[in-house]
């Protein structure tokens, strides 16, 4: 599918520029051949359609999205490089001894390119058959497997155009790699409208791209964008018109209201799941009305809100978020077990939990699996982690609950900061907040998170227990 947009804009435009990478500028002629080149040459291989599922560890930015493309075009399904499900796995590393392994080398490489391309013929596909594998976040337990077929990946591609694409062209840059589902969409996205992507650049390259180059959309986690703001240089001025998309997290006010103010006043918050695609869309300056504000649902998808019992809550009460859509998949893949558990009747369960404001945009308060009971009291994690992060000096923050050796659940704070911060000044800066709970503190280089910026929150509980072995901790 998204390798036919690269094949009717190398007809259409085929010196626009199609990939940008801190090594080269790719046009859409150029690129569009490559992926012929690379289709023929993994066809080569043994790789074929109905062969099963390709898992891509491919590290050269370029390589990364032409071998991507090529599989595309000769309709093979591909995965992330850590999906331990897939059938083959296709890397331009040290493999190993990993029998799936399909190496792809210097040489090989080399001769790819060099080779005279022949256009691949185009495959009529069946718009149920599986595209792409994705993996679920995994921040709690295991990451499941999730099938987006032809289709999915089409209503998703448009329902991510209208929520955050719809304006710009230019030069996107997805500052997650096309291992996660925001930077895998924002690539086909933008080839969907004729963009050029950006591939390998990091959020602390970001702001030279962001001054070189004219208006494009930037798409990053709320972690990707402190990285960005911290790598600011003095005198920095980015040209007008650029569009930060944040997701994976909630984007907390300060560091919306920073990047605003430096970079740029057009900043979007897109709230969703590999499950179920797009579930909502907004913008930055909603965080004043309400911090945790992540925007309206988008036309095609229906969104509710229920309580313990699964009835739906009053308004203006928080529930969990639970979805129907056609963007959405039907379960997960070989796992009975875990389908039955978040899906029902239609709907995605998300976990999550939100609330309605009258106009009905959505307020995310965390998820239902990181809600901490604390005294018998339940408590989200976001309200205590918002209050840090407004601390001058903090860099990141993260709340999670840890067993004492009575079994009780406290409070602790794992808590990222500036060299030369005074730790007393974060206690006496919560102080002024009612109603948080009492805290220990975690002082740590980097709060741990996944591709998407979530915070990995079992990870830093067991730190904790193994230091404390369940007692109290100092």
């Known amino acids: 599918m998204f390798d036919g947009y690269v094949r009717d804009y190398a007809r259409w435009t085929p010196r626009a520029p199609a990939v940008v990478t801190p090594g080269r500028i790719a046009s859409y002629g150029e690129f569009d051949a490559d992926i012929d080149r690379c289709g023929a040459a993994l066809a080569g291989l043994g790789l074929r359609r109905g062969g099963g599922v390709v898992s891509l560890r491919v590290?050269?930015?370029?390589?990364?999205?032409?071998?991507?493309?090529?599989?595309?075009?000769?309709?093979?399904?591909?995965?992330?490089?850590?999906?331990?499900?897939?059938?083959?796995?296709?890397?331009?590393?040290?493999?190993?001894?990993?029998?799936?392994?399909?190496?792809?080398?210097?040489?090989?490489?080399?001769?790819?390119?060099?080779?005279?391309?022949r256009p691949l013929p185009r495959l009529t596909l069946d718009p149920a058959e599986t595209a792409r594998v994705m993996?679920?976040?995994?921040?709690?337990?295991?990451?499941?497997?999730?099938a987006l077929s032809w289709a999915r990946l089409e209503a998703g591609a448009l329902a991510n155009l209208r929520g955050w694409g719809l304006g710009k062209l230019g030069t996107w840059f997805p500052i997650t790699s096309v291992d996660s589902l925001m930077g895998f969409g924002q690539a086909w996205v933008g080839w969907g409208v004729g963009a050029a992507v950006g591939a390998g650049v990091s959020a602390e390259a970001l702001p030279g791209?962001?001054?070189?180059?004219?208006?494009?959309v930037a798409c990053m986690t709320p972690a990707n964008l402190r990285q960005v703001l911290a790598a600011l240089p003095a005198g920095f001025k980015?040209?007008?018109?650029?569009?930060?998309?944040?997701?994976?997290?909630?984007?907390?006010?300060?560091?919306?209201?920073?990047?605003?103010?430096?970079i740029t006043p057009d900043i979007r918050i897109l709230y969703g799941s590999t499950e179920a695609s797009l579930l909502a869309a907004g913008y930055a300056a909603d965080l004043a009305v309400a911090p945790g504000c992540v925007g309206a649902t988008p036309a095609g998808a229906l969104v509710k809100l229920v309580g313990d019992d699964g009835e739906p809550v009053p308004e203006g009460q928080a529930g969990e978020v639970r979805i129907a859509t056609p963007r959405m998949t039907v379960g997960y893949v070989d796992d009975p077990d875990g389908t039955a558990e978040r899906f029902e009747d239609g709907w995605f369960l998300t976990r999550d939990v939100a609330r309605r404001l009258p106009d009905g945009r959505l307020v995310l308060e965390g998820r239902l699996d990181e809600r901490m009971i604390l005294g018998g009291q339940k408590f989200m994690p976001g309200v205590l982690e918002e209050a840090a992060l407004a601390c001058p000096g903090v860099l990141d923050a993260a709340a999670f609950a840890v067993p004492d050796a009575d079994g009780m659940d406290r409070c602790w704070l794992a808590v990222a900061v500036a060299q030369g911060f005074d730790r007393e000044r974060l206690a006496q800066h919560l102080a002024g907040y009612g109603g948080l709970p009492p805290r220990r503190f975690a002082w740590v280089e980097a709060v741990p998170r996944n591709a998407m910026g979530k915070v990995e929150r079992d990870r830093l509980r067991q730190a904790i227990l193994a230091i404390v072995g369940g007692g109290d901790g100092a």
């Open 59 to 117: 590290e050269a930015p370029y390589l990364a999205y032409v071998a991507l493309a090529a599989c595309a075009r000769l309709g093979i399904a591909t995965a992330p490089g850590n999906d331990e499900g897939a059938d083959r796995v296709l890397t331009d590393r040290e493999a190993g001894p990993d029998p799936r392994a399909v190496r792809l080398n210097r040489e090989w490489v080399q001769h790819m390119f060099a080779a005279e391309p």
């Open 135 to 146: 993996l679920s976040s995994g921040t709690t337990r295991k990451p499941r497997r999730v």
């Open 209 to 216: 791209w962001l001054e070189l180059l004219p208006e494009g």
């Open 238 to 262: 980015p040209q007008p018109g650029w569009r930060i998309v944040t997701a994976g997290s909630l984007l907390p006010r300060p560091v919306a209201e920073e990047a605003a103010l430096r």
